[in-house]
Structures are given as C-alpha cells and as structure tokens.
C-alpha cells in the first residue's frame, strides 16, 4: 500500500503518514458515528496477501534480507531471491502492525481503550510459500492469536490450542448472548479470565484442521485436495484423503513447450499449481526443481503425499520428516488417526459420508467453465 504513494512521488515517511492518516481519519469517523454505544469494527487489509513490491521489505521497513541467511526452515531455500521474498512479507506485517497502533491510539484518544476487547489474528499461514497457506502443517496453520480488553488477564502466553471458530462465542460471552447449541466452538472467556500461563484448560489439548480446496480449476475436473488433520502438543497427524492428487495443483504446462516463464510463475498464480499463489518463492522453486541441490525442495512443496503423515513435532518441529511408517511410532499413529475420524464423524464431516460425495460431485466439484480454462493458458 505504501508503495503506491511513493510511486506518487512521496517520499517513504510521507508515503507512510498518507496511508495511516487514511487508516485514522477512517477510523475516528466510525467511532464518532457510534455516539457511546457499543460497537464492533472490523479491520481486515490485506497486506499479506500477494502481491508485494520486490524489495519493500528492506526499502520500506527496514527488514535487510541477508540477516535471515542461515536461519531459513528447511523447507525454504536458503537463496537471495527466497530471502527477499520473506523479507518483503515481513514488511508487510510490520504494515499493518502500524496501522494496528494507529487504531489502539485512537481508541485511546477517545477514552474507549480500557472498555474494548481487541483481537487480533491472522486466517491462514503465509501465502506463495512451501508448507504455507494450503498446507496443514505449522507454517500453514498456525496463524497469531493476540486479546486484550476489559476481562482479560494480560501480559501472559498461553499454550491452550484455540481455533478462530471459538471467537464466535466468545464475543457473545462477552456481550451477555446467550451461545447456541448448534455451536461446536468453544468459548475463550474460562483461558481468558484465568492468571495461568502454559497450559491453562486440559480439556484444550488439540485442535483440528481441514482443507478441501482453494481455487477452482487446481485439478482436472475441478477436484479438492483433501486433508484433515489434528495437532496436539507433540505430535501433527494428517490425513490425505485423496494421495493421487497433487496437494498444490496439477504441474500443468510443465515439462512441455509451453511451460510457464519465471515472470509467469512469479505474477500469474494460474499458470501452474495453482493452489500456491504466485511469487518469487514459487518461481525459484519450480525454475530449479530438475537441480540436484533442489529437487527435494520442489518435491517436499509440490509431489503427492501419502495417506497419512505424522511428524514429531520435539524432533521435528518444521515437520519435514513422515514417521508414520516407522514401527516406533505405530501406536500413536493410530491412536491419533483414531482420536482425528472419531471427531469428524461426531460433528457429520461429509468428507466421511459416501467417500466425499458432497465435495466430489457438482456443485462443489465438476466441468472447469470456459473462462476458468483461459486462466490458465
């Protein structure tokens, strides 16, 4: 966003007061419609989401990617162009952090900071990189969850596992709703309200997580990848319901005379797996997936997997190594993947009913349109 004012012919520092003095004004126009009466307002940029400015990371905010030489996870190469990239996405993050300020100083200004609730989170890992958006692994799925406000026991960390579903009666607990039934979610305000660091309810010692799809023409006949996986405190199971298939897409145009061009792979997400968005990560990647030095990078982002993965999370915390086959860890393999269907089958997942009928057939699966197939010439 900044960098739209500097190609204005703003300076940085100027570029920056623009866009926050947009963020502000926006903001106390919504506060003064409010008169004193409860509110809740949403901000959600998308700073994060691709694209980015090549080199904003270190031009605009001062993250310089050479310092994060030798200290990439593995499933990243450690090259120049990767760590620009991850640089420019910190940028990015360093964005609307600032505009975060922005608006707690406002609520500040206004008398209103020490009677609001503020959350904040992100929806899914970093996108247009391996084991990032798409992927159930950490980089994947474990987004920030920070919550400040009137109730809340501050200045700890907790280790309960949370999902962003429980928000929901949690923000009616805080208003005095009563919490339907119908709702699995489970209200925040018992860990909220507790002093405990660590662990503070036993009863939060998991989380699920689930992907079908994330656009439409990834595979031939419009197909999901499936995946549900459950994560406790040691151990990441996942289920691929559907290991034919490539996690990421189809690797269409590949290896053809038409294969895409590094700018291509670098702008045009459609291309080639497509469920990885585009940017200089994936370009690199895929340009380099046939050199010795690489090829286990491209195939770790973007081969089929197999029906099961579990990793230790102790031993392996960026999850790069199946122990599923391994008679050491058969007992909690299965007891996890016991524990994992156990739950889908309570809460009626329809990938369970009928070998995914609902996700396989029309409308959630079928013929590509025509102006979906032009998107990926």
Not at 239 to 256: A, E, H, K, S, W
Request: hydrophobic share 35%; aromatic share 10%.
């Amino acid at each position: 966003m900044v960098t739209r004012y500097v190609g204005d012919g703003k300076s940085v520092e100027e570029a920056k007061q623009v866009l926050f003095d947009e963020v502000r004004e926006n903001f106390r126009q919504f506060l003064g419609q409010q008169a004193n009466r409860p509110f809740c307002y949403w901000f959600g940029p998308t700073n994060v989401h691709r694209k980015w400015i090549k080199g904003s990371g270190k031009a605009l905010w001062g993250f310089n990617p050479d310092d994060l030489q030798g200290r990439l996870p593995p499933f990243l190469p450690d090259v120049p162009i990767v760590r620009e990239d991850l640089a420019d996405y910190f940028g990015e993050v360093a964005a609307f952090d600032t505009a975060l300020g922005v608006l707690i100083e406002e609520l500040r200004m206004a008398g209103q900071l020490k009677n609001t609730i503020i959350v904040v989170s992100g929806d899914h890992g970093a996108p247009g990189f391996p084991h990032g958006k798409c992927n159930l692994y950490d980089f994947g799925t474990g987004v920030p969850l920070a919550i400040s406000g009137p109730g809340v026991q501050g200045n700890r960390v907790v280790d309960d596992f949370v999902t962003l579903p429980d928000l929901a009666p949690t923000f009616l607990e805080a208003g005095n709703r009563e919490v339907p039934t119908v709702m699995t979610a489970r209200s925040l305000w018992p860990v909220l309200k507790s002093t405990k660091q660590g662990q503070t309810d036993p009863g939060r010692d998991h989380v699920l997580t689930g992907r079908e799809r994330h656009v439409s023409i990834a595979r031939s006949g419009d197909l999901p990848y499936p995946q549900r996986a459950i994560r406790t405190k040691d151990h990441l199971l996942i289920i691929n319901f559907r290991p034919d298939r490539f996690p990421l897409g189809d690797p269409y145009r590949l290896d053809t005379d038409k294969e895409p061009t590094v700018e291509q792979l670098t702008q045009n997400t459609f291309v080639t797996l497509p469920d990885e968005d585009a940017g200089p990560t994936k370009a690199w990647i895929v340009s380099h997936r046939k050199d010795p030095q690489w090829r286990d990078v491209y195939r770790n982002a973007y081969g089929k997997r197999p029906m099961i993965e579990l990793f230790d999370i102790a031993a392996d915390p960026h999850q790069m190594h199946n122990v599923a086959d391994d008679p050491a860890y058969r007992t909690t393999r299965d007891s996890l993947k016991e524990r994992l269907l156990a739950e889908l089958k309570q809460t009626n997942d329809p990938r369970l009913v009928a070998k995914g009928k609902f996700f396989e057939n029309p409308p959630m699966a079928g013929p590509i349109p025509e102006d979906a197939k032009r998107r990926r010439r």
